[in-house]
C-alpha cells in the first residue's frame, strides 16, 4: 500500500507534459502545473497562432500570462527528490519509433499517440489523454484512431470538424459550409450515414473481390497444373528427340567410318596393281636402254664384218613399232573417287530434306500463334476491359482533363498548360497516356456537337495544321468521326459515311496481333459501326479530336468503368 501511495504521489507532482517530476513548477491560470520550461516551450509553439492554451484542459489565454514560481510544489517536489524512491513517470512508457504517429503534447523525448482529437486537431500517448477522460468540457471531443492527417478532418475556412458529406460535390464539409450559398440544394448527409452506405458498397465489393480472388486462384492453379505438365512433356520428347537423334548420328558415323576402310581398301588394291605395272615398265625399260646403248656402239663401228655380224644378233630384239600402252585392269581411279563423292552428296542432300519436311510438322505448334475470333457477347468484350486515362503532355491547350484524367471537355479559354514537343498546338486533339498491344475494349460516353475518336500511332506528328496532324487524315491514324447527321470513318483522308443512329455511347475492340479494330454503337444492344483488318507496326494510342462547329458548345467525352476484370488480370 505504502509503494502504491508513493506512487500516487509521483504521479501528482510530476509534469503532463514531459512526464518527469515537476522541475521549477509553474501553476497558470486554469489551475494546472508544469514545469516553467515545459509549459514556455510548450506556448512558444502555439505563439504563431496568437492563442496560449492548457495542455490539458485546453483552456485558452490571451494574451500570454506571465508564469509565477509555485513555492509550495516546488517544497514537495524537493523532499519527493530527497526521499531516493521515485523514478522517472515516462520510463514506463516506450517512446514513439519512427514510423509512429507521436504524441503533440510531448517535448524532449515524444511518446507514441494512441488517439487523436478532432476538436484539439492534436494527437496524444496514455498519459496526455487522460484529461479527455477526466475533464467534463474535454470528454466531449471526439477521439478517434492516431492520424498523421488530422487537420485534413477540419475545415479551413471554418475551423470546424467535417461531419458531413455532400453527395453532390462529392467531398467532405462541416456544418457551416451546409448552409452557404455553393451548397444549395445539394444532397448533404452525416459523414456517418454515408460511411454506412459506402461500407456496404465495400463490403459488397469485397466479397465480390474475394470470388473473383477466389476464381483466379483456381485458374492459376489449373494453369501451373498445366504448365507443370507441359515442362514434363516437353522434358520427355527432347529426350526421345536426343535418343533418335543419337542413334541417327551414331549410324551416320558408322556409315561414315565404312566408306572411309571400304575407300582405303581400295586404295591399298589399286596400289599393288599400281606397282606391278610400274615394275613390269621399269624392267622392260631396262632392257631397251641396253638396246639402245648397243646399237648406237653397232653403228659407230668402222669393221663392216661386225657390224653385219652383231646387227643380225640384234636385229631380232628391235621392236619395228611402237611399244603396246599396258592395258589398265582397274578402272579408273578418279572416276572411283567422283562416283563415291557424289554418291554421299545426293545421299545428305536426301537427309537434310528429309529432316526439314518431317520437322516442318513440328515448327508450326511452336512458332504460329492461331488467330482468336473477335467476341461476340457484352461478357465476352468485358473480359477485354481496361481503363484509359488522356495525357496532359499532348492535350491542346484548350482541352480541360478533369476525374483522374478519365474526362476531357473542350473549353473556350486557355487552360494554361506548359509548353512541350508532345502537345499538339493547332487542332483540339488528345491521346491517351497508355498504348496498346494485345486484344482490349474499353466504352466511352460524349456529349456536344460532334467528335472524332481515333486510334494513332505515337509518331503521330503534333507540331503544325497539316493533314499529317489530323486524327484519320494520314496512314498513321483511324478515326470515327460522330455529329448529330451520323457517322463518318475515315483513314489516310478516305472517307466511308456509316448509315445508323448516332448514339453518345461507343465501344472500341483492339486485337492489335490480328491487325483488328471494331468500333460499336451501345445502346440496349452493340451494333457494329466499323471494323477495320490490317497490320499494325505500332503500339496505339487512344485520340480524341474536338471540333468548334459554328457555335461553341462545351463538347464532352468520358471513359466508362466497367466492372468485369480484363482475361489475364
Known sequence: MAESKLQLDFQAFSCPICLDLLNNPVTIGCGHSYCMKCIEGHWEWEEKNGLYSCPQCRQSFVPRPGLVKNTVLG?????????????????????????????????????????????????????????????????????????????????????????????????????????????????????????????????????????????????????????????????????????????????????MYDVEKRVWAYQKAEDATFQRLSDELELKLKKLRITQVELNSLAQTPDHNFFLHKYATLSNEIPTQHLPVPIMEMENPLQFSDRVAITVADLTDNLKLALTEGLAEISPAVHEQPTQPDPKTREDFLQYSCQITMDSYTAHSQISLSDGDRRATLMEEDQKYPKNPERFDYYWQVLSREDFIGRHYWELEWSGSMMDIALAYKSLKRKGSGDECVLGRNDKSWALCIDKAGYLFMFNKVQLRIPGQVSSKIGVYLDHAAGVLCIYSISDAMTLLHRVQTKFTEPLHMGLRFQWGLYFTKDTVRFLTLEQDRVGD
Open 75 to 255: 517544497i514537495l517536489v524537493e523532499q519527493l527528490n530527497k526521499s531516493g524512491l521515485v523514478q522517472s513517470a515516462s520510463s514506463g512508457h516506450c517512446p514513439a519509433e519512427e514510423t509512429d504517429i507521436t504524441c503533440d503534447i510531448c517535448i524532449g523525448q515524444r511518446l507514441k499517440a494512441i488517439k487523436s482529437c478532432l476538436q484539439c486537431v492534436a494527437s496524444y500517448c496514455e498519459v496526455h489523454l487522460q484529461s479527455h477522460y477526466q475533464s467534463d468540457a474535454l470528454r466531449k471531443h471526439q477521439l478517434t484512431t492516431p492520424s498523421a492527417n488530422i487537420k485534413e478532418n477540419i475545415c479551413t475556412d471554418h475551423c470546424e470538424v467535417k461531419k458531413m458529406f455532400c453527395r453532390t460535390d462529392q467531398e467532405l464539409i462541416c456544418v457551416v459550409c451546409c448552409m452557404e450559398q455553393k451548397h444549395t440544394g445539394h444532397c448533404i448527409v452525416m459523414a456517418a450515414k454515408e460511411r454506412d452506405v459506402r461500407q456496404a458498397e465495400v463490403e459488397a465489393r469485397h466479397h465480390q473481390i474475394v470470388q473473383k480472388i477466389q476464381k483466379k486462384e483456381t485458374d492459376l492453379e489449373r494453369i501451373r497444373k498445366e504448365e507443370l505438365e507441359l515442362n514434363y512433356k516437353a522434358e520427355e520428347a527432347v529426350g526421345i528427340m536426343k535418343e533418335c537423334f543419337t542413334g541417327l548420328i551414331h549410324l551416320v558415323q558408322e556409315k
